[in-house]
């Protein structure tokens, strides 16, 4: 990619399409009984462009102001190295170690204090990043390993199916998937009830049961993910919603955090990671952006 300085912000193209802005604190569509598809589908696509150019705004000031710490490989798409600089912050500056279960309050607190001048917050983030000469939670290795390797292997998915081993790669390098895997009830994998194991296990469970899976029109996880990443003829955001929403691309356990931050690793050169941190950290700088509730 060149340097960092040669990069250009695509703030008015990331979302492929014009952006709709929302009247603050939309609610999720999907939710409620009486609502049509059309308006579901209408106030998601908002919504996720929305969220996109909030992303841009912070990625237009990394590139127009920050001086990258050492271990930042130069060559890295600015939208990952975006995305870790938003861990970053909201993991280590913010939290600050506190427990999960403390991050709501954070956050209301956070955007209570940066809403009416984001941009200072975006600049308050990047001079900590500045000072940092170690990545305080793996940053670098998700810049400068997990980058490269998610991006090559979600590329095959241009010419072939992902053998079960690659899928179980690029979900061990997908925070959501993580996250979302230890989540999963027992039962859904036929485990007894007091079944325990570490995380990486865990998330191999999950993929065994994972690729087994197929939606209502019988297609796989890999059919999903090769839609989601490169049926281009369509904007990022409706691939994102159908392989949400759609019986023809949806599975259970793979939804919107998993592949918001698939298709950011997949196609960084096209659009930003999403998920339920990015959301935090979005609303932690004052930007009115809704949870995730998955």
């Known amino acids: 990619m060149g340097s960092l300085r040669a990069q250009i ?5 990331f979302g492929g399409g014009c952006l709709l802005i929302l009247k603050s604190g939309v609610r999720d569509y999907g939710k409620e009984k009486g609502d049509t598809e059309s308006k579901r589908k209408l106030h998601f696509l908002q919504e996720w462009r929305e969220a996109q150019n909030y992303l841009s705004i912070v990625q237009s000031h990394v590139l127009r102001t920050c001086k990258q710490p050492a271990w930042v490989n130069p060559t890295a798409e600015l939208t990952i190295i975006t995305d870790q600089l938003l861990h970053a912050y909201y993991y280590t500056y913010l939290l600050k170690g506190n427990d999960e279960h403390k991050s709501i309050e954070i956050v209301n607190n956070e955007y209570e204090k940066n809403r009416r001048d984001p941009n200072l917050a975006i600049e308050r983030a990047i001079r900590w990043w500045e000072t940092l000469e170690v990545a305080p939670t793996s940053e670098d290795i998700h810049i400068n390993e997990w980058s490269i390797s998610n991006r ?3 590329g095959y998915l241009r010419e072939r199916d992902l053998s079960q081993d690659e899928i179980l790669t690029i979900m061990r390098q997908n925070h959501a998937a993580r996250n979302h895997a230890r989540q999963i ?4 994998f036929n485990l007894p009830s007091d079944f325990k194991t570490d995380i990486e296990k865990r998330v191999q469970i999950y993929v065994n049961w994972l690729v087994k899976q197929k939606t209502d029109e019988k297609l796989t996880v890999n059919d999903t993910m090769r839609y989601l990443l490169f049926n281009d003829k369509q904007s990022i955001e409706e691939r994102v919603y159908e392989s949400v929403y759609s019986k023809k691309y949806r599975l259970e356990h793979f939804g919107r ?3 918001g931050e698939l298709i ?4 960084p050169e096209l659009t930003h990671l999403r998920n339920n ?3 935090k950290a979005l609303r932690c700088l004052g930007y009115d952006v809704r949870l995730f509730s998955e």
């Not at 912000?9 to 193209?13: E, G, H, I, M």
């Not at 009830?185 to 859904?188: P, Q």
């Open 264 to 267: 950011g690793w997949g196609r």
């Open 257 to 259: 955090s998993i592949i």
């Open 9 to 13: 912000p695509k703030a008015t193209t």
């Open 152 to 154: 090559k292997i979600l």
């Open 185 to 188: 009830r027992n039962s859904a």
């Open 277 to 279: 941190r990015v959301n």
